[in-house]
């Protein structure tokens, strides 16, 4: 288990520690929300970029845009 030290405003700390916002389940949910919705984000980015390519692009174009997007992904990780 990884143990993390976060800075906040006093004020933001007050308000999130009085709505249970620190407790460790409930920031381990509010994370693997942001992820998820970061993951979905950059799907539909990707397929913007898709669909914006012109002429439409091959089965081997498509992979390495796929490859691109995962490799990207990683890296952010």
Known sequence: ????????????????????????????RLLREAVKQRQVAELFTAMDRLAELKPALTEAEIDAEIAAARADRARRR
């Open 1 to 28: 288990m990884t143990h993390i030290t976060v800075s906040l405003p006093d004020e933001l700390a007050q308000q999130a520690q009085s709505a249970g916002l620190l407790r460790p389940e409930a920031l381990e």
